[in-house]
C-alpha cells in the first residue's frame, strides 16, 4: 500500500495538466537536484524538465515499512548522490537488515540509544551513517518496526520513535558518474593497487566501498531525510522479483551467537555482479509457499533439488504440449542454469540440467520422453529424493522436513 502511494504522488508530476504548473514549479524548488537556494529557483523558471528529472524519487511513505519489507523493496531502487554539478548513481543490489530490540547484531539491541545510533530512533527514511575500523564509512536507512511517538524524546513531534531498526546498504551496481567514483576510490587506496583501474562492478560491492564511491561521509550525510535532502535520496525503479532475491546470512556477525548470525536477513539480487559476497558463500531457495518459507541450502542440495523440479515440469509439460512457468525454481538458480549462456567454470551437472530445454525467459519447454526414458527418470527421481530426504533429515531441526510426502508438498513439486 505504501509503494503505491509513493507511484501515486510519482506520477501526479508526470501527469499534471498545464493548470497544475504553478503547484509544479512550486514542487521544483523543493525536489530539484541542486544544494543551493539559487539552483533551486532556477529549476523553477525550467518547469515540468526539472520536475521530470525527480518524478520518481521516492517520497516519506515508501521507507514507512517495517525493515524485512524496506530491505527487499529497496533491490533494485536507484541511489543517487549530488556533488556539487557531479550526479553518481547506483542501483541497490543487496541490503541487510538490523531490527533493534532483540537482535544482538544491531546497534539498537535492547533499545540501547546513544548520540551515535540516534538516526536509528528517527522517522523512517533518515540517514544512518557510521564508521568502522576507524577510517571507513557504513550507510543504513531507518525504517519502521514497532514505532510510536515517544514524548520525552526531546526531538520533533513528527518524528517516529520505535525499536531502531535500520537497512544496510551493502552494495550498488554503478549506473552513472562511475569515473568520479574511481577518482573517489583511488584516494583510498593503497599506491600498489592504484595501477590497476577498478572495474565498475567493484567500485562499490561492499558496503565501505559504496560510501567513498558515493562520497557518503557521516559528517554530512548523517541523520539526513531522504525524501527531502537534496544531495541524496532514491529514485525508485522496476520492482526486483521476489523469485530472484536471495536471503542468508548477514556478513561479519558471527561473534553475536548462531542465534542472530544465522538468520536470512541480508537480501540480495541474484546473479548480480556487485554483490559483495555472493554464493556460494550461502544462498537460499525461495518458494512461493507460505509453510516453507525460507529454507537454507547448500550447492549441492540446490542442484539436486532443481534437477528433481525441471524432471517433473518437463513432465508437466509433455502431457498438454505447453510451457509453463517455474517461477519457483528462479529463487535457486545459483548454478546460472537457466541462462542462455553458460559460465565458464560451469560444472557437468549445470550443463546437463542447462540442455534439458530451460531457457532464461523462466519457462520449461515440453520435451519428447519415451515410456521407458521417462520410467527411468522416474526411478532416477525417486533415488535424488531419498538422498535428498536423508539429508535433510541430519538437519531435522533446521528444516522440518519429517517425510518424504513433506519433503514433496514443501518443495511444491508435487500436488497435494
Not at 511513505?61 to 554539478?85: E, H, I, P, S
Request: glycine share 6%; proline share 4%.
Amino acid at each position: 500500500m505504501a509503494q503505491e502511494k509513493v507511484l501515486a504522488k510519482s506520477s501526479y508530476f508526470m501527469n499534471s495538466c498545464p493548470e497544475s504548473r504553478e503547484s509544479l514549479e512550486s514542487q521544483a524548488k523543493a525536489n530539484f537536484l541542486g544544494s543551493t537556494p539559487e539552483e533551486a529557483s532556477r529549476a523553477s523558471v525550467m518547469g515540468l524538465g526539472a520536475i521530470c528529472r525527480h518524478a520518481n524519487k521516492l517520497l516519506g511513505d515508501f521507507y514507512n515499512q517495517a525493515c524485512m519489507d524496506l530491505a527487499k523493496a529497496l533491490l533494485g531502487k536507484v541511489l543517487v548522490r549530488k556533488l556539487g554539478d557531479q550526479v553518481l548513481k547506483g542501483k541497490i543490489v543487496e541490503t541487510e537488515c538490523y531490527l533493534g530490540g532483540d537482535d544482538k547484531a544491531s546497534h539498537s539491541y535492547n533499545g540501547k540509544r546513544t548520540e551515535r545510533n540516534a538516526p536509528m530512533f528517527m522517522k523512517p527514511g533518515t540517514s544512518y551513517v557510521y564508521r568502522i575500523y576507524g577510517m571507513y564509512n557504513c550507510f543504513n536507512i531507518s525504517s519502521t518496526e514497532n514505532r510510536g511517538f515517544h514524548e520525552q524524546s526531546g526531538l520533533d513531534e513528527f518524528y517516529l520513535i520505535g525499536d531502531g531498526a535500520a537497512v544496510l546498504i551493502r552494495s550498488l551496481e554503478p549506473l552513472e558518474g562511475q569515473e568520479t567514483m574511481q577518482q573517489l576510490r583511488e584516494k583510498k587506496r593503497k599506491p600498489e593497487s592504484i595501477r590497476k583501474k577498478l572495474k565498475d562492478f567493484e567500485l562499490c560491492n561492499g558496503p565501505s566501498k559504496l560510501c567513498i564511491s558515493m562520497n557518503l561521509e557521516k559528517t554530512t550525510c548523517n541523520g539526513q531525510d531522504l525524501a527531502n535532502w537534496p544531495a541524496l535520496w532514491i529514485e525508485d525503479s522496476e520492482n526486483v522479483r521476489e523469485d530472484c532475491i536471495v536471503a542468508c546470512k548477514r556478513i561479519g556477525i558471527d561473534s553475536c551467537g548462531p542465534e542472530w548470525a544465522d538468520k536470512p536477513l541480508r537480501f540480495y539480487i541474484l546473479g548480480n555482479r556487485s554483490v559483495s559476497v555472493p554464493y556460494p558463500y550461502l544462498t537460499s531457495l525461495h518458494l512461493p509457499s507460505p509453510e516453507l518459507a525460507w529454507c537454507y541450502v547448500n550447492n549441492c542440495l540446490i542442484l539436486s533439488i532443481l534437477a528433481i523440479a525441471l524432471t517433473l515440469v518437463l513432465y508437466k509439460s509433455k502431457d498438454d504440449h505447453k510451457s509453463h512457468p517455474s517461477s519457483n525454481l528462479t529463487g535457486a538458480d545459483a548454478g546460472d542454469i537457466l541462462s542462455d549462456s553458460p559460465s565458464a567454470d560451469s560444472s557437468p551437472l549445470v550443463e546437463g540440467l542447462r540442455s534439458q530445454k530451460v531457457r532464461s525467459t523462466y519457462k520449461t519447454i515440453a520435451a519428447s520422453l519415451t515410456a521407458d526414458e521417462a520410467e527411468e527418470e522416474r526411478r532416477a527421481e525417486s533415488t535424488q529424493l531419498n538422498h535428498i530426504f536423508g539429508l535433510l533429515k541430519k538437519e531435522e531441526k533446521k528444516f522440518g522436513i519429517q517425510s518424504l510426502e513433506d519433503l514433496k508438498h514443501q518443495l511444491h513439486l508435487y500436488k497435494a
